[in-house]
């Protein structure tokens, strides 16, 4: 950081698109731009310079590509810092998001970018950036490397696998930590810039749609899960929780008001003073709560 400010590079072979990416970032003064490239090597050498905290890097560019630089970047590591930096690819196609994300890539950008899309990807930056480096005992390393052997023991079929719906699925059920007791998940594995931590379904509040990620609200924190909200919904209990949006599921003993707002909708609020508006589709949810 220089003086209070994210360093960011952008990375793109096309004037056009940097200038865009120029124009949404000048919104953003919690970012500084540094650097502009126009090809994976520029950005090599740009880092070797000196380095950054944010890389936005388009993925078709001439020479080395965007993800051919981060898997150079991760070889050479030009930077004399303790972690890396943040990426943010851009590209014209999703073809490429899945490898995007086992790079660890924060976010996926599709071209032409929108405003409001650009703003979610900065909100996760500066999540990201601003969480602690942190060190987990010998403990916490056990019971998450023996979580991961159990998931990716249920994945290849080399233990009984837990029974799981078609909505869900073995590998959200393996991700999402579910109980062999009942079902339903007892801990989200979050993967941030560091690695992978836990938070436990007991803390969560809330959960909502937030583009290619549901959001796990927990002790006001928010927490980006890969997953559709479909998906996850199918592994929450729903003694514990209820849709009451296509794009928000609530904890019901969060709910501290309901007040009618007519054609079968409701507004909610909370008990961290979160408002919010039920739809039709869920009306039928929203009744058996009063009932």
Same mark, same amino acid.
């Given at each position: 950081m220089s003086g209070g400010r994210w360093k960011v590079l952008v990375a793109d072979d096309e004037p056009l698109a940097r200038a865009r990416l120029r124009a949404l970032l000048a919104r953003h003064p919690e970012f500084e731009l540094t650097a502009e490239c126009?090809?994976?090597?520029?950005?090599?050498?740009?880092?070797?310079?000196?380095?950054?905290?944010?890389?936005?890097?388009?993925?078709?560019?001439?020479?080395?590509?965007?993800?051919?630089?981060?898997?150079?970047?991760?070889?050479?590591?030009?930077?004399?810092? $303790?972690?890396?930096?943040?990426?943010?690819?851009?590209?014209?196609? $999703?073809?490429?998001?899945?490898?995007?994300?086992?790079?660890?890539?924060?976010?996926?950008?599709?071209? /032409?970018?929108?405003?409001?899309?650009?703003?979610?990807?900065?909100?996760? @930056? *500066?999540?990201?950036?601003?969480?602690?480096?942190?060190? /987990?005992?010998?403990?916490?390393?056990?019971?998450?490397?023996?979580? #991961?052997?159990?998931? *990716?023991?249920?994945?290849?079929?080399?233990?009984?696998?837990?029974? !799981?719906?078609?909505?869900?699925?073995?590998?959200?059920?393996?991700?999402? +930590?579910?109980? /062999? $007791?009942?079902?339903?998940?007892?801990?989200? !594995?979050?993967?941030?810039?560091?690695?992978?931590?836990? !938070?436990?379904?007991?803390?969560?509040?809330?959960?909502?749609?937030?583009?290619?990620?549901?959001?796990? !609200?927990?002790?006001?924190?928010?927490?980006?899960?890969? $997953?559709? @909200?479909?998906? @996850?919904?199918?592994?929450?209990?729903?003694?514990?929780?209820? %849709?009451?949006?296509?794009?928000?599921?609530?904890?019901?003993?969060?709910?501290?008001? *309901?007040?009618?707002? +007519?054609?079968?909708?409701?507004? *909610?609020?909370?008990?961290?003073?979160?408002? #919010?508006?039920?739809? %039709?589709?869920?009306?039928?949810?929203? %009744?058996? #709560?009063?009932?």
């Amino acid at each position: 950081m220089s003086g209070g400010r994210w360093k960011v590079l952008v990375a793109d072979d096309e004037p056009l698109a940097r200038a865009r990416l120029r124009a949404l970032l000048a919104r953003h003064p919690e970012f500084e731009l540094t650097a502009e490239c126009g090809s994976g090597a520029a950005v090599l050498a740009a880092l070797r310079d000196g380095p950054a905290d944010v890389l936005l890097l388009d993925i078709r560019m001439p020479g080395l590509d965007g993800i051919a630089t981060v898997e150079a970047l991760a070889r050479e590591a030009p930077w004399s810092r $303790e972690r890396p930096p943040c990426v943010v690819f851009v590209t014209a196609s $999703e073809e490429h998001a899945i490898r995007a994300f086992d790079l660890d890539a924060v976010d996926y950008l599709v071209k /032409p970018v929108d405003i409001d899309r650009f703003d979610r990807a900065m909100r996760r @930056l *500066l999540e990201t950036l601003g969480a602690p480096s942190r060190t /987990p005992d010998a403990g916490a390393l056990a019971a998450a490397d023996a979580a #991961l052997r159990a998931a *990716l023991q249920a994945l290849r079929g080399d233990a009984p696998a837990p029974a !799981v719906d078609a909505a869900g699925g073995a590998a959200a059920h393996a991700r999402n +930590g579910a109980g /062999p $007791e009942d079902g339903y998940a007892k801990r989200f !594995v979050i993967r941030d810039a560091q690695g992978m931590y836990f !938070v436990a379904v007991a803390d969560v509040d809330r959960v909502e749609a937030d583009g290619n990620y549901v959001a796990v !609200v927990a002790w006001g924190r928010r927490h980006l899960v890969r $997953e559709s @909200l479909h998906v @996850l919904a199918a592994r929450l209990d729903p003694a514990e929780f209820v %849709r009451v949006h296509r794009s928000h599921m609530v904890r019901i003993d969060r709910i501290r008001r *309901l007040e009618p707002c +007519g054609h079968g909708e409701y507004e *909610l609020t909370l008990a961290d003073g979160t408002r #919010l508006t039920s739809s %039709r589709s869920y009306r039928e949810q929203m %009744r058996r #709560l009063l009932r």
